[in-house]
């Protein structure tokens, strides 16, 4: 598989893609007003204890107050190991809690000041969530201050290698904190592994001075922004390619990858040509699909992707797909291309929570085993930690995807004013019976000498068009004045009542 990073960098707006075999399959963005805070350091305040919930709200200066559960406390615990040798930092998950620890209204108090890491952005109406349990993460390294543990990144799988790199952090680690070994330290030399320590252990020192010298709330930390982060994160000798066209950035990312690791300078390269770098590489019209909720498979069939408040709906459908001869393998066959897209399209979309996908029936046993086994493979490529369930006794996959921040909808859109987010208004017919309704009120309320209509210019058209006798049947049965006005700043479903003369708006009496 061969996959790149490609980096578009204006004044406003910095976009990174990931792209397998010329796919999209991540977009992240960063924008001045939009700053990112998971991995930021606060001295935060708390405001509140819940012991209900086994949670503390703190304030770390943010619109909305942190939320720190009782395991996010522990310090005792094992941290988990992520795909990237990170820990829960970039997770979120909510770990059992251990019976025996203390409550959390015996261990913080209100208005006691904590330092705390952002482990998940603000959703929606939800605060960001927090830990105590704060890491450092380099290229190689996590650095975890507060824990003696040692641990690996899952994906270095050879034991060999995963034991010669414990052994190695231990004896250069001693007993000032804890280290995880990233996925990209898996050849990490010795060398590589004093010069990162050190300087995150330099980097922890600084975070304890500023500190010290600070009133909660406060902001002591800020993580590695977009670019910065992912060439950090990401770009190690399993990336082909980066290609950036930022001349700035180029250089930037060159300097740092000729201090941390020489060999991939020859696969950094500066965009030049004259056509738009996301237009070149085909991302841009892929951006456009990743906000609609049908995505068409190439053998005919499509997935319906649904995101509401409590889930994500998935439906996958055979579309024009009929196959040949037996029905089984178009069945199978559509699943398993489906399974590849939707992988894919929880990746672009950044969708998180619980995830529900309705695949076509199939009968027998081992086309639903090996669906739930490409799904399972399919996103262990996903950097975010998933779990699949499984098909329940409907026939639904289920299964969970790590959210961390808003999903790409969340971020780069917002609720139609119209429609407030519900995705439909009312039909023109419909709007035309609520404004009947509403003045057979203003008539039986024998108040109005006369009401001047105010809709939209599509409403307006149904009535001069489609119900000519609309207005004429509204005066004699009324009794009162009617006039008609378009007004092309309402909504579709909107109208307004204007009573004469003063053309005072008396809508709210009369429409409910």
């Known amino acids: 598989m061969r996959r790149e990073i490609v980096v578009n960098a204006t004044t406003?707006?910095?976009?990174?893609?990931?792209?397998?075999?010329?796919?999209?399959?991540?977009?992240?963005?960063?924008?001045?007003?939009?700053?990112?805070?998971?991995?930021d350091i606060y001295l935060g305040a708390v405001e509140a204890i819940v012991p209900g919930l086994q949670a503390a709200f703190v304030d770390i200066g943010a619109e909305k107050s942190a939320f720190l559960h009782a395991s996010d406390l522990q310090s005792d615990e094992d941290p988990d190991e992520d795909g990237n040798g990170g820990r829960e930092r970039n997770g979120g998950r909510r770990r059992a809690r251990n019976e025996?620890?203390?409550?959390?209204?015996?261990?913080?108090?209100?208005?006691?000041?904590?330092?705390?890491?952002?482990?998940?952005?603000?959703?929606?109406?939800?605060?960001?969530?927090?830990?105590?349990?704060?890491?450092?993460?380099?290229?190689f390294l996590v650095y975890i201050p507060d824990s003696s543990h040692v641990g690996v990144s899952r994906k270095i799988g050879d034991r060999e290698t995963r034991a010669h790199l414990r052994s190695m952090v231990r004896?250069?680690?001693?007993?000032?904190?804890?280290?995880?070994?990233?996925?990209?330290?898996?050849?990490?030399?010795?060398?590589?592994?004093?010069?990162?320590?050190?300087?995150?252990?330099?980097?922890?020192?600084?975070?304890?001075?500023?500190?010290?010298?600070?009133?909660?709330?406060?902001?002591?930390?800020?993580?590695?922004r977009l670019t910065s982060g992912i060439i950090r994160d990401l770009f190690s000798d399993r990336i082909d390619q980066l290609t950036v066209d930022s001349a700035e950035l180029y250089h930037e990312i060159r300097s740092y990858l000729g201090q941390v690791d020489p060999d991939l300078l020859e696969r950094v390269s500066r965009y030049e040509g004259?056509?738009?770098i996301f237009?070149?590489?085909?991302?841009?019209e892929e951006i456009r699909r990743a906000f609609?909720?049908?995505?068409?498979?190439?053998?005919?069939?499509?997935?319906?992707?649904?995101?509401?408040?409590?889930?994500?709906?998935?439906?996958?459908?055979?579309?024009?797909?009929?196959?040949?001869?037996?029905?089984?393998?178009?069945?199978?066959?559509?699943?398993?291309?489906?399974a590849g897209e939707i992988a894919r399209q929880l990746r672009l979309r950044d969708v998180g929570g619980i995830i529900v996908i309705d695949f076509i029936?199939?009968?027998?046993?081992?086309?639903?085993?090996?669906?739930?086994?490409?799904?399972?493979?399919?996103?262990?490529?996903?950097?975010?930690?998933?779990?699949?369930?499984?098909?329940?006794?409907?026939?639904?996959?289920?299964?969970?995807?790590?959210?961390?921040?808003?999903?790409?909808?969340?971020?780069?859109?917002?609720?139609?004013?119209?429609?407030?987010?519900?995705?439909?208004?009312?039909?023109?017919?419909?709007?035309?019976?609520?404004?009947?309704?509403?003045?057979?009120?203003?008539?039986?309320?024998?108040?109005?000498?006369?009401?001047?209509?105010?809709?939209?210019?599509?409403?307006?058209?149904?009535?001069?068009?489609?119900?000519r006798e609309f207005l004429g049947r509204m005066r004699n049965s009324g009794g009162i004045a009617i006039d008609l006005r378009d007004d092309p700043l309402l909504g579709l479903d909107e109208f307004r009542l204007l009573a004469h003369p003063a053309d005072a708006d008396v809508t709210k009496k009369y429409i409910f």
């Open 279 to 284: 237009d070149e590489f085909g991302i841009e």
């Open 274 to 276: 004259t056509a738009p």
């Open 100 to 139: 025996n620890a203390p409550r959390i209204e015996e261990t913080i108090r209100k208005d006691q000041t904590l330092l705390v890491q952002v482990v998940k952005e603000p959703i929606g109406t939800k605060g960001a969530r927090v830990t105590t349990q704060v890491s450092l993460p380099g290229r």
């Open 361 to 467: 029936d199939m009968n027998e046993e081992e086309s639903r085993n090996k669906v739930v086994q490409q799904m399972r493979t399919l996103l262990g490529h996903d950097r975010a930690r998933s779990k699949v369930f499984g098909l329940s006794e409907l026939g639904l996959l289920q299964l969970s995807r790590q959210r961390v921040s808003p999903s790409l909808h969340q971020r780069m859109m917002e609720p139609c004013p119209y429609c407030e987010g519900a995705g439909r208004i009312l039909a023109s017919e419909t709007v035309v019976r609520r404004l009947e309704r509403a003045l057979d009120r203003v008539a039986a309320a024998g108040r109005e000498s006369g009401i001047t209509i105010l809709t939209h210019p599509v409403i307006a058209l149904h009535l001069l068009e489609r119900e």
């Open 292 to 338: 609609r909720r049908t995505v068409h498979l190439k053998s005919g069939g499509h997935v319906v992707i649904e995101q509401t408040e409590a889930l994500v709906s998935i439906d996958v459908n055979t579309g024009r797909y009929t196959g040949r001869r037996d029905p089984a393998k178009t069945i199978l066959k559509t699943n398993l291309e489906a």
């Open 12 to 39: 406003r707006e910095k976009r990174v893609a990931i792209v397998e075999d010329r796919k999209l399959v991540e977009l992240m963005y960063e924008r001045p007003d939009e700053r990112r805070i998971a991995g």
């Open 171 to 224: 004896d250069i680690l001693g007993d000032d904190g804890g280290v995880i070994v990233r996925t990209v330290g898996e050849e990490m030399t010795r060398e590589a592994c004093e010069r990162e320590l050190k300087s995150l252990r330099k980097t922890w020192r600084k975070v304890r001075r500023r500190q010290n010298g600070m009133k909660a709330p406060a902001l002591v930390y800020q993580d590695a």
